[in-house]
């Protein structure tokens, strides 16, 4: 029998991070590369291909004791080297409330 992580096809159309939220408060965090949890999305593990994305999901989904729900989510890397929320959502979910903030579609 196989896990529903090896049946779900996983496609990833640029760079991307495993998110998902912190246990004791609720924060949104960002798997690392030294496989903990981050609430500074600059020290997100950064994936580029749909294997990447699987195994770090995978370990991501393993560690239900730090944060819980984890997903995959689009990121802009700029030229500096700067990660940005890749979508609407996950920009909403970084700032937080959207009613009188600065937000942009």
Sequence with gaps: ???????KKIKIA???VVT?????????VYRTAAKSWSAD???AAIVRNSDEAKALLAESV???VGAIGPYIAPVQV???GKIEPGNLREQIR???VTIGSSVQA
């Design 14 to 16: 640029g760079p991307s």
């Design 62 to 64: 393993a560690d239900d």
């Design 41 to 43: 999305l600059s020290e």
């Design 1 to 7: 029998m196989t896990s529903p992580l090896e049946q």
């Design 78 to 80: 700029g030229a500096d």
């Design 20 to 28: 998902a939220n912190r246990t004791w408060d609720g924060i949104v």
């Design 94 to 96: 970084r700032t937080g």
